[in-house]
């Protein structure tokens, strides 16, 4: 009997009540196909691996994260709820020591989601690493967290949330996003100015394979997350990468990653993207396992395979070259680079338009932020929908000093409710969630 070397917690959630359209590309069949083969391949027969039933988020969880307009119910679904939950899940399995890693195969994915919620954006209504890990930092008391996003598309709603969380590690390996949706990621968004160079954008171009990927792991990713020393390492374990993927243009294959996952070694994974769903999902899923659990993945390969079709063009190695050459300096001069964007500086404002594509509306923000050399800062956002909706979020980081926490209550206290719909007030130091409805 196969016997894994690291025990592998596994949960599945294909949210068979939950899809765009019978059609769209996320729909539960997307999971059903790795459930089906990962039961043929006779997986939890193996010594160690073991499955795990989802819990259901709780409000508390999604406020600990985000800002829903007007309230959680109205952008969640209950799909959404479970899959929150399933992540949480597999997260208290690996913190209470019950596995040694885990894996989330859970839909509808969040890498997507920033932290005001108005709809659905890249397929995604709520962060569900997110909301795992912050309900991790407060059971468990874990401080520094490495974030890994895998996907092919910019984590840009993840970025969003960390943005100015020095205690937060996210890095992004995606398609440049001159070539693919959300058209964000580059390689000098480096976080705000109180944890600027904890965010590190690496965007490779079209058609990077197997090689290139694994050198950006080995010579970029895995230096700065040991520089880094986190608590935990989550991977947003985005498929869509492969070569086969219906809406994205690389080149990457299933042996390649499983190689990532044994080189990244995270402690949990967490299903994103991924829309080949008979040709490459079930054999990427397995290997990510098979990987997780320390066995031979070796004999994993999807049928249409063709290691000569998909190998890496010699400008795009050279390409590859380059931006890592950049997220190493970017690295290595963090400390300058935060120190120039902090120089002078109270506040920091900036303001943005969002779109949302799944559920087409238009979101204005006006962000400000409180420069602060001993937390992340008080965060206000002024936040408006083409739809209807305007709030006004407040935002109080974990381990907020003093005159930040003066900063953001004095923000909450003075907004007038007659202007916004509902003026909120998050503090992530007391755990409390406050709401002033008009």
Same mark, same amino acid.
């Given at each position: 009997?196969l ?7 596994l ?12 059609s769209h ?7 059903? &196909? ?9 997986i939890f027969?193996i010594?160690?691996i ?11 969880d999604?406020r600990?994260?985000?800002?829903c307009?007007?309230?959680?119910r ?10 929150a939950?399933?992540a ?5 399995a690996?913190?209470? #020591?019950?596995? $040694?890693?885990?894996f ?17 954006r890249?397929?995604?209504n ?8 912050? &309900? ?5 008391? !874990? ?5 890994v ?5 910019h ?6 949330? &960390? ?6 590690l ?9 070539t693919?949706?959300?058209?964000t990621?580059?390689?000098?968004d480096l976080?705000?100015p109180?944890?600027?160079g ?18 950006t792991?080995?010579?970029?990713v #895995?230096?700065i ?9 989550i ?9 086969s993927?219906p809406?994205t243009? #690389? ?8 190689a990532?996952t044994? !080189? ?11 829309y080949a ?10 290997g ?12 994993? !390969? ?45 506040i ?5 338009k ?8 238009m ?13 992340g800062g008080?965060?206000? !956002?002024?936040?408006?929908? $083409?739809r ?12 907020a ?9 004095q923000? &909450?206290?003075?907004a007038?409710?007659g202007?916004?719909?509902n003026v ?10 406050l709401i002033?409805?008009?």
């Amino acid at each position: 009997m196969l016997r894994a070397k690291y025990k592998t917690g596994l949960v599945f959630f294909p949210a068979f009540d939950w899809a765009i359209s019978p059609s769209h590309p996320e729909r539960e069949e997307r999971l059903l &196909y790795t459930q089906d083969q990962i039961f043929e391949e006779g997986i939890f027969d193996i010594e160690g691996i073991r499955e795990f039933k989802p819990e259901l988020a709780t409000l508390e969880d999604v406020r600990r994260v985000h800002f829903c307009v007007p309230d959680e119910r109205k952008v969640m679904t209950e799909s959404h709820f479970i899959s929150a939950g399933g992540a949480k899940t597999i997260g208290k399995a690996v913190l209470d #020591m019950q596995v $040694d890693k885990g894996f989330a195969l859970v839909r509808p994915p969040g890498h997507h989601a920033m932290r005001v919620v108005h709809g659905a954006r890249g397929f995604c209504n709520v962060n569900i690493e997110a909301i795992m890990i912050e &309900y991790l930092r407060d059971a468990y008391k !874990i401080e520094k967290v490495a974030i890994v996003d895998t996907d092919c598309h910019h984590g840009d709603g993840t970025q969003d949330i &960390y943005w100015h969380d020095p205690d937060t590690l996210f890095i992004s390996i995606h398609q440049d996003g001159r070539t693919l949706y959300p058209g964000t990621g580059f390689s000098n968004d480096l976080g705000g100015p109180n944890a600027a160079g904890t965010t590190v954008n690496i965007p490779l171009p079209p058609y990077t394979s197997e090689e290139g990927f694994l050198y950006t792991l080995n010579h970029a990713v #895995m230096p700065i997350i040991q520089d880094f020393k986190p608590d935990l390492i989550i991977n947003s374990a985005g498929q869509d990468n492969h070569f086969s993927d219906p809406i994205t243009n #690389m080149n990457f294959s299933a042996q390649g990653y499983a190689a990532l996952t044994s !080189i990244l070694n995270a402690d949990i994974a967490v299903l994103e993207g991924g829309y080949a769903i008979e040709g490459a999902l079930p054999y990427v899923n397995v290997g990510i396992i098979l990987a997780m659990a320390g066995l031979d993945y070796s004999r994993v !390969i999807e049928p249409t395979y063709d290691a000569d079709k998909i190998r890496q063009k010699p400008e795009v190695t050279e390409r590859i070259g380059l931006i890592v050459e950049q997220t190493q300096a970017n690295w290595r001069q963090k400390d300058q680079i935060k120190e120039k964007m902090q120089a002078g500086k109270k506040i920091d404002e900036r303001l943005r338009k969002i779109y949302y594509d799944t559920d087409n509306l238009m979101e204005t923000q006006k962000e400000t932020l409180r420069i602060c050399q001993d937390c992340g800062g008080a965060i206000r !956002i002024d936040s408006a929908s $083409d739809r209807g909706g305007h709030i006004l979020a407040v935002h109080l980081p974990r381990n907020a000093c003093e005159p930040c926490r003066d900063t953001a209550y004095q923000w &909450y206290e003075t907004a007038g409710s007659g202007a916004f719909d509902n003026v909120f007030l998050q503090d992530r130091n007391t755990g409390s969630y406050l709401i002033k409805k008009r």
